[in-house]
T-cell receptor, first 109, second 115 residues
Framework: GQNIDQPTEMTATEGAIVQINCTYQ??????LFWYQQHAGEAPTFLSY????GLEEKGRFSSFLSRSKGYSYLLLKELQMKDSASYLC??????????FGTGTQLKVEL | DSGVTQTPKHLITATGQRVTLRCSPR?????VYWYQQSLDQGLQFLIQ???????AKGNILERFSAQQFPDLHSELNLSSLELGDSALYFC??????????????FGEGSRLTVL
């Protein structure tokens, strides 16, 4: 099976940097995804990591360490619109994409 | 707009009833996935279809069933509804048959309320 852990809530200040961590345990590994979900809306894709290292995409970066079963999502220059739930998801054996319960990020002035 | 269309957006029904949720994937996408999201559970994978065939199964109850039609749209049937089935049901699509080779595009969801 697959198990994904991420903090339930985080609060950060507008303009700052925040790092959202995700640890996972899976039988087989075929990639890790980060999705953003605003309340009541559909999740939208942010990033995909399959190899170790950092993937940068604008203000968002995602890091993966397969040996440690660890990933983080880094958000820079935070904006109020970044207030949302951030979902870590892992594709393991059987190609099922399993989502964590999400980290609710609140950006304050 | 992800290009994935789900209907209905909202549905209110009673316990014991049966409902059908419909999903049209993005043009060109062969895979359709169904997820259930309730407040305390996060996104739970239910089932995946690829080009009309069932590809992967998650924690889908026996009271639930799904299918993908030749035109690639999909329907999720929920029967003998219980209060605990109240949730947001998302459909997602992707080009590939395996989830590790591409991102998923989610519809806006169907909010089911069972009274």
């Amino acid at each position: 099976g697959q198990n994904i852990d991420q903090p339930t809530e985080m609060t950060a200040t507008e303009g700052a940097i925040v790092q959202i961590n995700c640890t996972y345990q899976t039988s087989g590994f075929n990639g890790l995804f980060w999705y953003q979900q605003h309340a009541g809306e559909a999740p939208t894709f942010l990033s995909y990591n399959v190899l170790d290292g950092l993937e940068e995409k604008g203000r968002f970066s995602s890091f993966l360490s397969r040996s440690k079963g660890y990933s983080y999502l880094l958000l820079k220059e935070l904006q109020m619109k970044d207030s949302a739930s951030y979902l870590c998801a892992v594709t393991g054996g059987g190609n099922k994409l399993t989502f964590g319960t999400g980290t609710q990020l609140k950006v304050e002035l | 707009d992800s290009g994935v269309t789900q209907t209905p957006k909202h549905l209110i029904t009673a316990t014991g009833q049966r409902v059908t949720l419909r999903c049209s994937p993005r043009s060109g996408d062969l895979s359709v996935y169904w997820y259930q999201q309730s407040l305390d559970q996060g996104l739970q994978f239910l089932i995946q279809y690829y080009n009309g065939e069932e590809r992967a199964k998650g924690n889908i109850l026996e009271r639930f069933s799904a299918q993908q039609f030749p035109d690639l749209h999909s329907e999720l049937n929920l029967s003998s509804l219980e209060l605990g089935d109240s949730a947001l049901y998302f459909c997602a699509s992707s080009v590939a048959g395996t989830e590790n080779t591409g991102e998923l595009f989610f519809g806006e969801g169907s909010r089911l309320t069972v009274l």
